[in-house]
């Protein structure tokens, strides 16, 4: 279960501040799936950033099975991410320089694991890969690169998927088969998932969404 109480994020502008999230408290529990929708700069980014620990928040708590993100030091955020936080972003963000089963290899081997390989290659199995391991990014399509994100998301089991606009870059036949299989893992496993999109069909297919606006949540 994820709690975030009284979240607030700010960035300094010109002498003064720009509060992007202001005070936002929210629960995710275990097999949720919670979509984020919002405007344009209304801070699902922020939120979602601060939600994997890469960024911290200026006052509040985001509890993950009541260990506080926030207070943690940078060392002990990296190990907790990898162990409990699987990411999927809208540019992908695979390593280029490592082929498809390096990359999904990399969180079990961040985490301690020194025989990562079975595991990396099972994950990739699941999403349709077990052709593409010896391939580097830059020798597979979007959607393979996309598929390749989600097999490191998930490697670990982690207990919560963060997915940023994860379609997003992608065509819309891509996309939707991107997604249909990001459900489809999930099914199979009890993570609970949030998802930043603009697309209201995606949100819908969700157990619950949540609107950014002005700063504040509104809960459906
Ligand atoms: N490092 C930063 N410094 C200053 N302002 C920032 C920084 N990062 C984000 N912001 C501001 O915070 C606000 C929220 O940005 P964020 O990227 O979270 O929006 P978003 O909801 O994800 O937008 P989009 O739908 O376009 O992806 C924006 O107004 C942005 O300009
Ligand atoms: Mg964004």
């Not at 290659?121 to 994100?149: D, I, N, T, W």
């Not at 459900?183 to 609970?192: G, R």
């Amino acid at each position: 279960m994820l709690e975030a109480q009284a979240v607030s994020k700010y960035y300094p502008h010109s002498g003064g501040k720009i509060d992007v999230l202001n005070e936002l408290t929210f629960t995710v529990h275990d097999h949720e799936k919670v979509a984020i929708i919002g405007p344009s700069g209304s801070g699902k980014s922020t939120l979602l950033s601060l939600l994997a620990g890469l960024d911290r928040p200026n006052s509040g708590s985001i509890k993950v099975n009541k260990d506080d993100i926030a207070v943690m030091t940078e060392q002990e955020v990296t190990a907790f991410r990898a162990k409990n936080i699987g990411i999927v972003f809208q540019q992908f963000h695979l390593m280029s320089h490592f082929t498809a089963l390096e990359n999904v290899a990399l969180p079990l081997q961040i985490a301690g694991n020194h025989a990562p390989w079975d595991a990396a290659e099972e994950a990739l199995k699941a999403v349709g890969l077990g052709a593409r391991m010896r391939h580097f990014p830059f020798q597979m399509s979007g959607g393979e690169c996309q598929r390749v994100a989600i097999a490191r998301a998930m490697v670990s089991r982690p207990p919560i998927i963060l997915a940023d606009e994860p379609s997003g870059n992608l065509d819309l036949n891509t996309g939707t088969q991107v997604m249909d299989l990001l459900f489809d893992v999930l099914k199979e496993s009890s993570a609970s998932l949030i998802l930043v999109t603009h697309n209201q069909e995606l949100a819908k297919k969700c157990d619950r969404v949540l609107s950014l606006k002005a700063g504040k949540l509104i809960h459906d």
